[in-house]
Each structure stands twice: as structure tokens, then as C-alpha cells.
């Protein structure tokens, strides 16, 4: 059972941006890690970006830094990662994962919370 939400995947040209957002309705995310991963088809879920709430770190891998942006509303109590440049390999079902744990670039941990993912798909 997913206990994130996420949305705002969509379909957009190369080149293009867009929002996606992680929401939960059971607790807050303070003093959560807040992780985005993807799964392209064909590929094994890949940890992508990932944030800190309490020592406000954040992290992203090689592929999407300096296009992508992770960033919190605390009003919202709601995870963005914004994609901007988008490219047609960035094409995958992305997917937010949170736990109380460390934002250091190691996406192995067996996070607690998962969400449902949303599709994003970019044409050339």
C-alpha cells in the first residue's frame, strides 16, 4: 500500500520542464529524508535526488544535477523535484520515498515509505 502521493507527471517535449510533487496525509516530513527515485523500462529503480529536512542537505546524482531542483514547502508539508531540460532518456515512472535517515547519496537503504510513482515521458 503507497503512503506517498505523488503527481504532476506528464507527457512534454525534449527540452521541456516539469513538477512533480510528494505529499502523505499521515505525518509530516519534518525531520524526514525525502527521496525521489525512477524506473525506466527495462532498468532497475535508480535513486535520483534526495533531501534532508532536518540538516537541509540535498543530493543528486550525476545524470540530473544542475537540471533538476529538490525542494520543500513546509506550509505543504510537500516534496517538489523540479525537471527542467528534460531529456527523452529521463523518460521513466518516478517514484518518492521517505524514513528518518541520511540524504549522502545512498539510495540503497530500504526506505520505509514509498509512493505509487508518477509517469514521465519525454519525446524527442
Known amino acids: 500500500e503507497a503512503q506517498l502521493v505523488e503527481s504532476g507527471g506528464g507527457m512534454v517535449q525534449a527540452g521541456g520542464s516539469l513538477r512533480l510533487s510528494c505529499t502523505n496525509p499521515?505525518?509530516?516530513?519534518?525531520?524526514?529524508?525525502i527521496a525521489w527515485f525512477r524506473q525506466a523500462p527495462g532498468k532497475e529503480r535508480e535513486g535520483i535526488s534526495c533531501?534532508?529536512?532536518?540538516?537541509?542537505?540535498?543530493h543528486y546524482v550525476d545524470s540530473v544535477e544542475g537540471r533538476f531542483t529538490i525542494s520543500l514547502d513546509n506550509a505543504k508539508d510537500t516534496v517538489y523535484l523540479q525537471l527542467n531540460a528534460l531529456k527523452p532518456e529521463d523518460t521513466a515512472i518516478y517514484f518518492c520515498?521517505?524514513?528518518?535517515?541520511?540524504?549522502?547519496?545512498?539510495?540503497?537503504?530500504?526506505?520505509?515509505?514509498w509512493g505509487q510513482g508518477t509517469q514521465v515521458t519525454v519525446s524527442s
Open positions: 520515498a521517505a524514513d528518518v535517515w541520511y540524504c549522502n547519496g545512498e539510495y540503497s537503504h530500504k526506505w520505509d515509505y
Open positions: 499521515r505525518f509530516s516530513f519534518e525531520d524526514y529524508t
Open positions: 533531501l534532508d529536512t532536518e540538516r537541509n542537505d540535498t
